[in-house]
Nanobody, 121 residues
Framework: QLQLVESGGGLAQPGGSLRLSCASS????????IGWFRQAPGKGREDVSC????????FYADSVKGRFTSSSDKAKNTVYLQMNSLKPEDTALYYC??????????????GGQGTQVTVSS
């Protein structure tokens, strides 16, 4: 069973920052690309990122490029998503997972409950 736990969500003002964490006790994250996707009420899933744990390269959605950055900590077996210049449209439930590029889209293998990010003044 994939055991990934997201944390770090909360309420932020527009223009503010949050850092999400994705930790695992079941797998060694450095062996994977780890990414984030988000789900807002009434909207479909939006793929946010899919990044190599080891070299930080990969995919960011155009909607977050330049504002969100993924990083990793091997010792803590944790991936972070630093979110800056937050916008109300970033409000969503964020999930992390092992990711790969499938047929025309990114796919995620995840197991957490997500962490809620709300951007509002």
């Amino acid at each position: 069973q994939l055991q990934l736990v997201e944390s770090g969500g909360g309420l932020a003002q527009p223009g503010g920052s949050l850092r999400l964490s994705c930790a695992s006790s079941g797998i060694t994250l450095e062996n994977y690309h780890i990414g984030w996707f988000r789900q807002a009420p009434g909207k479909g899933r939006e793929d946010v990122s899919c990044i190599s744990f080891n070299d930080g390269t990969g995919f960011y959605a155009d909607s977050v490029k330049g504002r969100f950055t993924s990083s990793s900590d091997k010792a803590k077996n944790t991936v972070y998503l630093q979110m800056n210049s937050l916008k109300p449209e970033d409000t969503a439930l964020y999930y992390c997972g092992a990711c790969w590029y499938g047929v025309g889209r990114y796919d995620y293998f995840y197991g957490g409950q997500g962490t809620q990010v709300t951007v509002s003044s």
